[in-house]
């Protein structure tokens, strides 16, 4: 397969947070699409023959900031239909001619819009919608040959087009939930406008990937972090699939996984898979580098580093391996900061790399979201119970005991976290939530068991629903699971004497607690 034989739909991507949300969502209707960075040479944009550019929302601002995050001329004149998003919309402004200001022109949040229904890009709508609104910077003059195509009662310019050349600019954000006919306008966009078909699906991607895997790997042998969670399991079946026998994995039992975790993923892939795959029992190792360490970003980074010197030191024994394949998805990548998007917080396998790193990276699903690494699992035929798992971070319990790591402290939240596991699997609530485990906090309380007092850590139960990790709720457990819950594990864990529950949501909270 050519690679622009494939229908493409680029976002240049200029930091929003929302950027990959945009291609998911084009993705969702079975068009492929690729985030890249605003700044990509024009001639590689170009060479992938794209149906249509998007040009994401950005933290930047078009006048304010001094550098100007802009793109060339040039690609407005290609002929390729084009649609601005929120900063993307002003860009397009200020690059044709039009003006921008900051003055008073502000939105956040839902908002009522009026639009022209006569423009391609709104066709089917009505008159007056609701969208989903979050800027500072707006359009104050229309660039030559445009015209509005949309407005609210703040904002004159809320929506803008150029229909001969088949430029569009909106405002808002046709990408997230909050702007219920998004998607319409997004077909739009694709199917009469950039006159798209739908006919990608996931198979295609396994398509794709096997052949770069083939490419970049060029006969040299390969070794996998294999974790057992969903990521990189379908990274490695896909790799697998790729290069069969030049495919080692590697398990790295870091002693902060779950009870039975590693067991069941010798079992699923030695036995079920046949996949080449090398234990190897850390525990100790990670605990000495870990000592006295209480501070989140360094746990990760030693955790990171670790992990990699392991699988140097693994690699040295396989002869001429030299890649590394990596289960990393988008949320690890948007969120552990890109060059354009603010850092949250290092995820190991991501920001927690050593600089010095040998082993040169195949990470197949670094522009997908959970959900469809799932859909991808299934298609490679991976068993429910692994591609349904609930998402278990590669630093482990690590990030769920906060301040120090030993094992006393790990023995603790081990068999707290089976008994939440236990209960909410017995609910029936596993899979129609996003994630549920338990959390030790670095503080102790008083209690009063058996006529004693006692002074022992409480435990956090956290049970979050969520899309793509990138947001997430609390759930509301039914009172009869929390009040087991807390029964049982008061009662089973030696060294608890209290449970609460987490009632937080992301954001301002993150799903972990490091
Ligand atoms: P947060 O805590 O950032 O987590 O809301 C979002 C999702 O990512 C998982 N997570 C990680 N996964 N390595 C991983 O492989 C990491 O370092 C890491 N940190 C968080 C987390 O469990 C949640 O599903």
Redo the contacts with the bound molecule.
């Keep these: 397969m050519k690679e622009n034989s494939l229908e493409n739909i680029i976002v240049l991507d200029f930091g929003g947070q929302y950027s990959q949300l945009i291609a998911r969502r084009i993705r969702e209707l079975r068009v492929f699409s690729e985030l890249v960075p605003y700044d990509t040479p024009f001639e590689k944009i170009k060479a992938k023959n794209p149906k249509g550019i998007i040009l994401s929302g950005s933290p930047y601002s078009i006048i304010s900031n001094e550098k100007k995050y802009v793109v060339e001329k040039e690609l407005f004149k290609l002929g390729i239909p084009v649609l601005g998003i929120c900063y993307g919309m002003q860009l397009i402004a200020y690059m044709l001619d039009g003006e921008v200001t900051s003055r008073g022109s502000n939105e956040y949040g839902k908002t009522r819009i009026n639009i022209d229904t006569n423009s391609l890009l709104f066709n089917g709508l009505q008159p007056v919608e609701t969208c989903w609104m979050s800027h500072r910077d707006s359009v104050s003059i229309l660039p030559p040959f445009f015209r509005i195509i949309a407005s609210t009662t703040n904002l004159p310019i809320a929506g803008i087009e150029e229909p001969f050349k088949k430029i569009y600019g909106i405002q808002f954000h046709p990408e997230v939930i909050h702007t219920p006919s998004g998607m319409d306008i997004l077909k739009n966009f694709l199917f009469k406008i950039c006159k798209c078909s739908s006919t990608w699906t996931m198979v295609s991607i396994i398509e794709k990937e096997v052949k770069e895997i083939r490419e970049k790997s060029d006969g040299g042998k390969i070794i996998c972090a294999l974790s057992g969670g969903v990521?990189s399991s379908v990274a490695a079946i896909l790799v697998n699939k790729a290069v069969g026998e030049r495919l080692t994995c590697i398990f790295v039992d870091h002693g902060m996984l779950r009870s039975g975790e590693a067991e069941q993923v010798e079992k699923t892939f030695k036995e079920n898979f046949k996949i080449n795959l090398v234990m190897i029992k850390a525990q100790e190792r990670f605990l000495s580098k870990l000592k006295g360490v209480i501070e989140p970003e360094q746990k990760?980074k030693i955790i990171g580093t670790e992990f990699i010197r392991i699988f140097e030191e693994e690699a040295k024994k396989i002869k001429d391996a030299n890649y590394l394949v990596q289960g990393t998805l988008y949320?690890?990548v948007i969120?552990s900061g890109t060059k354009n998007a603010a850092r949250?917080?290092s995820?190991?396998?991501v920001a927690g790399l050593p600089d010095d790193m040998k082993l040169k990276l195949i990470e197949p699903l670094r522009m997908l979201f959970k959900d469809e690494v799932r859909i991808l699992g299934i298609e490679l035929g991976l068993p429910e119970e692994i591609v349904l798992r609930q998402?278990?971070?590669?630093?482990g319990l690590s990030?769920r005991i906060i301040g120090e790591v030993n094992e006393r402290r790990l023995e603790i939240l081990k068999k707290a976290d089976s008994i939440v596991l236990e209960e909410i699997k017995r609910a029936g609530l596993y899979n129609k939530i996003w994630?549920s485990f338990a959390v030790l906090p670095a503080i102790k309380s008083v209690g009063v068991m058996g006529d004693e007092r006692t002074y022992d850590y409480p435990i956090v139960v956290r049970a979050v629903t969520s899309e793509d990790?990138m947001t997430?709720d609390w759930v509301k457990l039914p009172y009869k699971v929390l009040e087991k819950l807390s029964c049982r594990i008061i009662n089973e864990v030696e060294g608890v004497n209290r449970v609460v529950y987490d009632i937080s949501s992301?954001p301002p909270s993150?799903?972990?607690w490091e």
Excluded: L, M, V, Y
Excluded at 391 to 395: R, S
């Design positions: 990521d990760r949320s690890d969120e949250i917080k995820h190991h396998n998402p278990f971070p590669g630093p990030i994630q990790a997430a992301k993150t799903i972990e």
